[in-house]
């Protein structure tokens, strides 16, 4: 941390540990092949394969067997299992307990209320069916799928241009009769309509007056054709002046408007390949889903429309909705004398009225977010500053009380505060290595997870002075994050590649492991209860769906290779910052970034090349709004907020 410039390095497993588990396999391997080979092979003579891939043949053939039905002796088919643990084609078992009431294995005695559908052996005989088959197929089986696949998805694309150019047509005709009746509004002659009032007052005076003398009545009549007329002119004239400036106006929104449109056929021009992959997809996953009848009634959202272009048209809509990053506020965390400005953490209470900072510098920071919008960046300061013995790794606001905030610090110390005493209300100092990560739950507000260095993630309660539950890992663990629908899932991200989700009523095991990064995860965040965003120091970001285990989406475009740069989600946006001192925000459909901002130096001499001195430390959404909080590495802070 000598200068600016050094960053907080994300941990990652030494060359050594990760190699050994590589290197030992292929020892042995030569040992085996020099002990099958013995002496060289005599010249046109053919080496055998040996004894590991005849038991490699062998253990396919005993697994192949292992999924036989009992009964048929064929590969089950819609396999149920047995309350005495056996598994037959359903249509199998069924036939033989229409004759008999035991087990054809044991023998025990059974019936059919004791059977029950074996859904894992059903998926694994789907997707072991599948690879059978995509081996056995020839090249010109691979190309007839493959053409399969192109004429369907050529069918989708002229069902969905026909319901579009209907829905056209449809919206063009209602246009046109609200023009008409526009223009019959703007056509439809004012001094008639002044005309009635002004006659009915003229002979109410009349009225009244009519005792009066001969020349009285003519002088006042005479004065309230005046009147009338001029106000009749006056009504003229403002009407003129209202036609023009609606005018002149409807031609300033029309170039605006267009300017938009311009704006976003480029946008869409640009990234047409990933949204063309996007819009399959949906249409496929659409398709796919359709035979179900909840999805038939869903499907029916627009008349014409299948519930895939539904999909595909609110991603469209929500990714060309903004193109860039705007500044609405600035300040500077740190000073410039002090070389400890980087923002670790950024983070909005439970409300957005307020948001809290740490990092380095040893300080947690508490600023107002109205005033930090209307005050110039000189003149802000915390209205809350808490003062603690080491550097600051992250912060975590409870969820329900904006009066509980949670830090962890490079000393391994995971401390709760109280910001209006400015007091510690508990510290846990059971990890023995620097914490990196810490985070409330947003159901059960008494919790909070942390992660460390020590290869542990401890569970505490605030109404404990000790850990509820603890988890060792075999890799330093970089950041944890609750689900949001549960006080009892957590994912864990660590320096072995992997993310890792618990159950903490079972911690003896993962959930599941979601593999596809190569390098340490340094974040996870829930966008949703069933989608989880992934950072990494390889320099992607990754999506997945908590009931699977392959990434949904991959992100690139930003450059993380060594530093924590944050990570931020919302409902459709993910944002994260990168070592080119620039805040990537991606859509969640979209592969590359849908928008970017690129944060200056405050030192003249440093601006040239500040891109390699400097990067985003920091980032964090203001609940679902566009608007988002980014720091970098120099202490700078900005309010972004997504523009057209």
């Not at 948001?355 to 947690?364: D, H």
Request: proline share 3%.
């Amino acid at each position: 941390m000598g200068g600016s410039s050094a960053g907080v390095l994300v941990p990652s497993v030494s060359k050594a540990d990760e190699m050994g588990a590589s290197v030992t396999p292929l020892a042995v391997s030569s040992s085996e092949t020099t002990d099958v080979a013995g002496a060289p092979a005599a010249e046109g003579e053919t080496v055998p394969d040996g004894s590991r891939d005849g038991a490699a043949v062998e253990a396919d053939a005993e697994r192949d067997r292992d999924l036989l039905c009992p009964i048929c002796m064929g590969v089950i088919k819609d396999a149920f299992l047995t309350a005495c643990g056996h598994c037959f084609c359903y249509m199998c078992i069924v036939t033989h307990l229409n004759n008999k009431s035991d087990c054809p294995c044991c023998g025990n005695y059974l019936t059919k209320s004791h059977l029950y559908p074996n859904f894992l052996l059903n998926k694994l005989l789907k997707k072991q069916c599948v690879r059978q088959i995509a081996k056995s197929a020839s090249p010109i089986e691979h190309l007839r799928v493959a053409l399969k696949q192109v004429q369907t998805d050529m069918q989708f694309i002229k069902d969905d241009i026909n319901a579009v150019e209907k829905h056209r047509t449809e919206l063009y005709r209602v246009r046109e009769r609200y023009s008409v009746k526009l223009r019959m509004l703007f056509d439809d002659p004012i001094p008639t309509k002044l005309w009635a009032p002004t006659a009915d007052q003229h002979n109410s005076i009349l009225i009244s007056n009519s005792r009066n003398s001969r020349s009285s009545l003519v002088r006042t009549g005479s004065d309230n054709l005046q009147i009338r007329s001029n106000d009749v002119t006056a009504q003229l004239n403002h009407q003129e002046h209202q036609r023009k400036d609606a005018f002149s106006g409807s031609e300033t929104s029309s170039l605006i408007q267009s300017g938009r449109v311009i704006a976003r056929k480029r946008k869409i021009q640009a990234q047409f390949k990933e949204l063309q992959e996007c819009y399959l997809q949906k249409r496929r996953l659409g398709a796919s889903q359709s035979h179900h009848p909840k999805e038939k009634v869903d499907a029916k959202v627009r008349e014409g429309y299948h519930v895939g272009l539904e999909d595909f048209q609110s991603i469209l809509t929500t990714f060309t909705k903004y193109s860039r990053l705007r500044v609405i506020a600035e300040l500077r965390h740190g000073d410039l004398f002090h070389s400890a400005n980087i923002v670790s953490s950024i983070e909005f209470d439970c409300d957005d009225e307020y948001f809290a900072t740490a990092g380095v510098s040893k300080r947690i920071k508490v600023f107002e977010f109205s005033t930090v919008l209307n005050q110039p960046s000189e003149v802000n300061c915390p209205v809350v500053e808490l003062a603690t013995r080491s550097k600051l790794s992250c912060l975590s606001w409870n969820k329900y009380s904006k009066n509980v905030i949670a830090s962890s610090d490079y000393e391994g110390i995971v401390t709760v505060w109280d910001v209006t005493t400015r007091q510690s209300i508990m510290e846990y100092e059971e990890h023995e290595k620097r914490a990196w990560s810490v985070d409330f739950s947003r159901t059960e507000p008494s919790m909070l997870v942390s992660g460390s260095d020590d290869c542990k993630v401890k569970v505490w309660s605030t109404k404990q002075e000790a850990s509820v539950i603890n988890i060792d890992m075999k890799a330093n663990i970089c950041c944890v994050k609750y689900n949001p629908g549960s006080s009892v899932h957590v994912a864990v991200g660590s320096a072995d590649h992997k993310i890792h989700y618990f159950d903490l009523r079972n911690t003896s095991s993962p959930l599941c492991v979601f593999k596809g990064h190569w390098k340490a995860v340094s974040y996870v965040k829930f966008l949703s209860t069933n989608e989880l965003a992934s950072a990494s120091t390889d320099s992607t970001l990754r999506l997945w769906d908590v009931n699977g285990t392959c990434p949904v989406r991959t992100f690139v475009g930003h450059t993380n290779e060594k530093n924590f740069v944050g990570l931020t989600v919302n409902n459709e946006y993910i944002a994260c910052g990168s070592e080119t001192n620039e805040v990537c925000v991606y859509h969640k459909a979209i592969l590359t970034p849908a928008a970017r901002h690129k944060f200056g130096s405050w030192d003249l001499d440093d601006a040239e090349d500040d891109a390699g001195l400097y990067f985003i430390s920091a980032v964090c959404w203001k609940s679902d709004s566009p608007t988002m909080l980014a720091a970098n590495s120099q202490g700078t802070i900005k309010v972004l907020v997504l523009a057209a």
